[in-house]
């Protein structure tokens, strides 16, 4: 059971190039969430997503998008790089419900150069 | 605007020690999450509190929570070095995590 898979693990971007972080789960979770975490900080929701076909935005979805075409990918897109988007990335995934709880990745890593 | 303030952010101990990190949120939520995470990893889910007056004990780490008051709360007892990392509390407001800023918590041998 590999849970929730981030890829890739690190990279660099130059300023103004796009990109695609990805996020698969495989234990059929409803609830897809894409988080960003600045040094020394808590996190913060970029976009969430109830199920295929329905996403939503957070706290910080500026200069993001995302989809969400099957339970199991739930895909960021980062259009047009700046600085301010060098973070570590997480994506996580719950099934809801009575007695639920959260499953993370592993995280991106990113610099914007 | 929902709010969650950890105290205090930064916490330098010796082993043996106890201790314990606060958790205070503006909302209204029984859902309350601990985790845990080492530098340059991912969060590992240390409880799942579920309504007022909940306590989980895992080990050295136990943590409560008190709706009305809006509060949870995690000790340490007996702290070991590998206690080291940095905690947080989110709290669940409608399927959505509320974080906070985290206790960055260092104990020496």
């Known amino acids: 059971n590999a849970g929730v898979t981030q890829t890739p693990k690190f990279r660099i971007l130059k300023i103004g190039q796009s990109m695609t972080l990805q996020c698969t789960q495989d234990m059929n979770h409803n609830y897809m969430y894409w988080y960003r975490q600045d040094p020394g900080m808590g996190l913060k929701l970029i976009y969430y997503s109830v199920g295929a076909g329905i996403t939503d935005k957070g706290e910080v979805p500026n200069g993001y998008n995302v989809s969400r075409s099957t339970t199991e990918d739930f895909p960021l897109r980062l259009e047009l790089a700046a600085p301010s988007q060098t973070s570590v990335y997480f994506c996580?995934?719950?099934?809801?419900?009575?007695?639920?709880?959260?499953?993370f990745g592993s995280g991106t890593r990113l610099t914007v150069v | 605007e929902l709010k969650v303030e950890q105290n205090p952010l930064f916490l330098s101990m010796q082993e043996g020690k106890n201790y314990t990190i606060y958790c205070n949120y503006s909302t209204t939520s029984d859902r309350l999450y601990w985790y845990r995470q080492d530098p340059g990893k991912s969060l590992e889910s240390l409880f799942v509190l579920l309504s007022n007056g909940a306590v989980k004990q895992e080990g050295r780490l136990m943590a409560s929570l008190d709706t009305k008051a809006r509060l949870s709360t995690l000790h340490i007892t007996a702290a070991v070095h590998d206690l080291s990392a940095t905690y947080f509390c989110a709290v669940d407001e409608s399927y959505q995590l509320i974080w906070g800023a985290g206790t960055k918590l260092i104990i020496k041998p």
């Open positions: 996580a995934s719950t099934p809801g419900g009575v007695n639920y709880g959260y499953t």
